[in-house]
């Protein structure tokens, strides 16, 4: 049987709550991914913060640190990300790019609040740098409407367990 891991990030709960629905649903384990250091703010100022990050392309240093050894376990890695500034966050850059992960197939799922127009098309070219793009999905407003957010993830995260290179 093929094994399955979900890696994600996630400030404020949304992403998490999808990633845990998906690992549930597929029986896939489950690791998040944190920068070593975080926003600290959940006030305004934190799309400034995270917004500057992302302009300035910034990949930061990203923990558990010993992913390498831990993916080559796995054959199917899905990896979700909340939407900032139009793209993934920056510890997903910096989980795509560092080549922590090489030559796996990765589907993307990233959750946003309606402004995600290329989001998913940026996610397909940076893991298309070094692994085998699998699907991407996005998941609108999820902290209102999870229920129908969730439903649509496992959906999707099932078709590809059952199948991951028919996508
Ligand atoms: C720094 C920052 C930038 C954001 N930029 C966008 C954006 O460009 N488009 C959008 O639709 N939502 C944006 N959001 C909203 C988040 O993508 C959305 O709330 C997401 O579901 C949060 O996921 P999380 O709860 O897992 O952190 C941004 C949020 C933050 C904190």
Do not use: R
Request: aromatic share 10%; hydrophobic share 40%.
């Amino acid at each position: 049987m093929s094994k399955i891991l979900v890696l994600y990030y996630s400030f404020e709960g949304s992403t998490e709550k999808i990633a845990q629905s998906i690992a549930q649903s597929i029986n896939a384990d489950i690791i998040k991914i944190t920068p070593q250091k975080d926003l600290s703010s959940k006030g305004f100022s934190k799309y400034l913060w995270g917004g500057k990050q992302v302009l300035t392309g910034e990949k930061p240093p990203i923990l558990p640190n010993n992913l390498a050894q831990t993916v080559v376990n796995y054959d199917l890695i899905f990896v979700g990300s909340p939407i900032w500034a139009g793209t993934f966050a920056p510890a997903i850059k910096t989980l795509l790019e560092d080549g922590s992960i090489v030559n796996k197939k990765i589907a993307y799922f990233c959750t946003h609040k309606g402004g995600a127009q290329n989001a998913l098309k940026k996610a397909q070219q940076a893991i298309e740098t070094n692994n085998i793009f699998v699907s991407a999905i996005d998941l609108a407003n999820v902290a209102s409407s999870f229920d129908a957010c969730s439903k649509k993830a496992v959906q999707w995260a099932t078709k590809i367990g059952m199948s991951p290179m028919q996508f």
